[in-house]
């Protein structure tokens, strides 16, 4: 177990304040605070680009009791800011793992806190919906903490995608393969990336703000709009380039931010959620086959409704079972289409990896 010697604070916008004690590294970080329902791939979601700039609550009473091993993330670091859970486990029994959680946290220097009822802090997000906070384990005195996380910008307005996107392109699968797909990189996660490689694509990443006159030297088959940080509204880079890919008629596939950035080229806003969607049992209707799935989800933000209703060249293609949310869209005439979920569901269920199938056999159609 982690000392407990070490006190730590949890300080909410709203003044809401929980004691607890450090784990991980020891310090001060702020960030907007989210939680997650998920009881199972904590280091693939810490390692998820599209929690940069968050303080995440773990709601599963125990996190890290199979410690960590170095295959299981989706990126090359962890991207949290913060860590909040009720009991933060340093011990692990999974004979596979490199180590331990609280080893894995003070190597990337992720300041985190356990000891805190995290049901009820959840409880109180979801009412009170996404604030900013600021954990720290160095002062308790909440006047400083204060007077700091006054200092954090909001995340509404916030463009984060270009802060994690690769810096170089890169190659993943086979270099001869007959489709060809570009990834307009705004934190995409690697098991994305993995779905479609495992489909015989070869694959080229590029940086967030990559000219599409670059990208085509690629000469791709289809174009892949990738998840990401941060608030779309405010990414008129990526919005541009999409509007010129959609010129080019050929596949398009939209996931997360990926998905409001295609509606956001068709002239059809977003907004800030309450508190967003997060977690590996969201239900979602396809509106088009009929059928349910059972869904990963990560998301603050989401494509406005009812101007989606209103657009008569954009049909909607799934819904969210809980509250009516727009999950997925297609626009009429153009091979494009786009998801809020998580389709390649690292971690969580494969209901809905046929989306990869269906991108995929775009291309073969549209080659054929």
Known sequence: MPDKSIPAVLLLADGTVAHGFAFGAIGTTTGEICFNTGMTGYQEVFTDPSYFGQILIMNSAHIGNYGVKE??????????????????????????????????????KVVSIEGVDTRALVAHVRTKGAMNCIISSETTDIEILKKKLAETPDMDGLELASKVSTTQAYELGDTNSPIRIAVMDYGVKRNILTCMVER???????????????????????????????????????????????????????????????????????????????????????????????????????????????????????LNLNDQSIEGIRVKGKPAFSVQYHPEATPGPHDSRYLFDEFIQLIKDQKN
């Open 71 to 108: 295959a299981d993330v989706e990126s090359d670091s962890v991207k949290i800011n913060g860590l909040v859970g009720r009991n933060l486990e340093d011990l692990y029994s999974r004979k596979m793992a490199n180590g331990s959680l609280n080893e894995y946290l003070k190597t990337n």
């Open 200 to 318: 015989g694509a070869h694959v080229k990443v590029f940086p967030a703000k990559t000219p599409l006159e670059e990208v085509n030297k690629f000469a791709p088959h289809g174009y892949f709009i990738s998840n990401g940080p941060g608030d779309p509204a405010p990414m008129d880079y990526a919005v541009a380039t999409l509007k010129q890919i959609l010129k080019e008629e050929k596949p398009v596939f939209g996931i997360c931010l990926g998905h409001q950035l295609l509606a956001l080229a068709n002239d059809i806003p977003t907004f800030k959620m309450h508190h967003g969607h997060r977690g590996l049992n969201h239900p979602v209707k396809n509106i088009i086959s009929g059928r349910s799935e059972i869904t990963t989800q990560n998301h603050g933000f989401g494509v406005d409704p009812e101007a989606v209703k209103k657009a008569s060249h954009i049909e909607i293609t799934h």
